[in-house]
């Protein structure tokens, strides 16, 4: 649809403005001598956006820039592209090899459970022998002294503000869950450094980046609003006057965000070696149990399999690395599994839907449920109409909000779900009218 299209271009606009940041980090690090971190920022601009690295050709004289082409392209495994079904997603540019790294990523952020907080580093997330507690807040804690300064700066912006979260009252629905106010809190405290501070140079992303992410206007349902409220007010009472408090739209955005790529940590050995799992369909079990949350904006682009092709370990505030689970051919599309994919199809999909609101059609789930999936030619992420749940009743007959025919099979209006259609013909014919109602209803 003509909507989706402007969302994706919106999308590939702000991939180009974090791709030439990348640039500019890259050219700094040249300038300083270091050419091993100029070509991993040049990298890292590639992969937003695969023409960034021409600019080049503008500074450096031919034979140099040739040189910096060279590197980039040697060994280069993936790139980002980008289409109406799949969004923007990995592609192999190159055969990948079972058990090769082929991406390293940095979380925006990563904060321990709330269940972990007295038992797990807040930096490296590794359970807790000899805890180092802040003697200032009486809330954040660490397993060394290196994890300690590591967070300094970050837990310097923070801490007045949790040494008043672990005394103040909470609105009701926070009485047992504060995590979604230390994650506005942490956004709010990393947007803040970023005026004085170069966040590319330091291997973190940027608030934009977070903000590129995609995210569904639908989850923002009354009680998820109210939920963000509440969390809004508690952070206004505990924040300082040097970190800025967002503003109630902003929260929203950002809880839209989070709920949508946010990843679940489990803590995996310092040495790099974790015990990874699988069942006879490839599939990973999960023996590792959560103990964080993070948003790593890279690893958030690749799309998700019941039968993936790679696995992503997460290192808490540290990088995370994807891995290949087999051998992967040249134009294969990188995937990653969401949820626990050895779960039976429908409690698959139905948390699919629920949590990510897509209908997963990767091999395995086509493969189980017959020729249902096989048959419907839907892209996997919503488009701009979306069918009906496959477990409504079959004798519940609705109209087409434009033909008034009735059906038991009829497609919703993806951006504001308030009216049903035939298909896309009906939809058109519609809009003229429609697009008020739309648009009111979004909001």
């Known amino acids: 649809s003509a909507r989706h299209i402007q969302r994706l271009s919106r999308k590939k606009a702000d991939d180009q403005e974090i791709a030439s940041e990348f640039v500019r980090a890259g050219l700094v690090y040249l300038s300083q001598g270091n050419t091993k971190d100029g070509i991993s920022a040049f990298k890292g601009a590639i992969e937003r956006d695969s023409d960034a690295i021409k600019s080049l050709a503008e500074i450096f004289p031919p034979e140099v820039y040739e040189k910096i082409a060279s590197?980039?392209?040697?060994?280069?495994?993936?790139?980002?592209?980008?289409?109406?079904?799949?969004?923007?997603?990995?592609?192999?540019?190159?055969?990948?090899?079972?058990?090769?790294?082929?991406?390293?990523?940095?979380?925006?952020?990563?904060?321990?459970?709330?269940?972990?907080?007295?038992?797990?580093?807040?930096?490296?997330?590794?359970?807790?022998?000899?805890?180092?507690?802040?003697?200032?807040?009486?809330?954040?804690?660490?397993?060394?002294?290196?994890?300690?300064?590591?967070?300094?700066?970050?837990?310097?912006?923070?801490?007045?503000?949790?040494?008043?979260?672990?005394?103040?009252?909470?609105?009701?629905?926070?009485?047992?869950?504060?995590?979604?106010?230390?994650?506005?809190?942490?956004?709010?405290?990393?947007?803040?450094?970023?005026?004085?501070?170069?966040?590319?140079?330091?291997?973190?992303s940027t608030f934009s980046t977070f903000m590129s992410l995609v995210y569904h206007p639908e989850i923002m349902i009354p009680t998820h609003r109210e939920l963000v409220r509440q969390n809004l007010h508690l952070l206004e009472q505990i924040i300082t006057k040097e970190v800025p408090l967002p503003t109630l739209e902003e929260a929203e955005?950002?809880?839209?965000?989070?709920?949508?790529?946010?990843?679940?940590?489990?803590?995996?050995?310092?040495?790099?070696?974790?015990?990874?799992?699988?069942?006879?369909?490839?599939?990973?079990?999960?023996?590792?149990?959560?103990?964080?949350?993070?948003?790593?904006?890279?690893?958030?682009?690749?799309?998700?399999?019941?039968?993936?092709?790679?696995?992503?370990?997460?290192?808490?505030?540290?990088?995370?690395?994807?891995?290949?689970?087999?051998?992967?051919?040249?134009?294969?599309?990188?995937?990653?599994?969401?949820?626990?994919?050895?779960?039976?199809?429908?409690?698959?999909?139905?948390?699919?839907r629920e949590r990510y609101h897509f209908t997963c059609r990767c091999s395995l789930c086509v493969q189980q449920s017959g020729a249902s999936l096989k048959n419907d030619d839907r892209p996997n992420d919503l488009g701009s109409v979306q069918r009906e749940s496959s477990s409504s009743s079959s004798s519940e007959l609705k109209h087409c909000g434009y033909c008034k025919s009735p059906s038991t099979s009829l497609s919703r209006c993806g951006a504001c779900r308030s009216i049903v259609y035939c298909g896309q013909d009906c939809q058109r014919k519609d809009w003229s009218k429609h697009k008020i109602v739309c648009k009111n209803n979004q909001k």
């Open 71 to 204: 590197l980039l392209d040697e060994n280069r495994p993936l790139s980002v592209q980008t289409s109406l079904s799949q969004g923007r997603h990995f592609i192999a540019t190159r055969k990948i090899e079972k058990g090769e790294s082929i991406l390293s990523d940095f979380p925006y952020f990563c904060l321990v459970e709330d269940r972990c907080i007295k038992t797990h580093c807040h930096q490296c997330c590794s359970p807790i022998i000899s805890q180092l507690v802040c003697p200032d807040c009486n809330f954040a804690r660490f397993c060394s002294k290196e994890c300690s300064v590591a967070h300094q700066l970050i837990h310097d912006y923070e801490c007045p503000s949790l040494k008043k979260l672990a005394t103040q009252k909470r609105p009701p629905l926070l009485t047992d869950n504060i995590i979604f106010t230390r994650i506005l809190l942490r956004t709010s405290v990393l947007k803040q450094r970023e005026k004085t501070e170069s966040p590319l140079l330091d291997k973190a």
């Open 253 to 352: 955005e950002i809880s839209a965000r989070v709920a949508l790529n946010m990843h679940a940590v489990s803590w995996a050995p310092k040495d790099g070696f974790i015990d990874v799992r699988l069942n006879d369909n490839n599939q990973v079990v999960d023996s590792q149990p959560d103990v964080a949350v993070a948003i790593f904006p890279m690893i958030s682009l690749i799309n998700h399999s019941c039968r993936p092709n790679c696995v992503w370990v997460a290192r808490g505030n540290d990088s995370s690395e994807v891995f290949a689970l087999e051998d992967i051919e040249k134009g294969t599309e990188i995937t990653v599994v969401y949820i626990d994919s050895s779960l039976p199809f429908e409690k698959r999909q139905s948390l699919l």
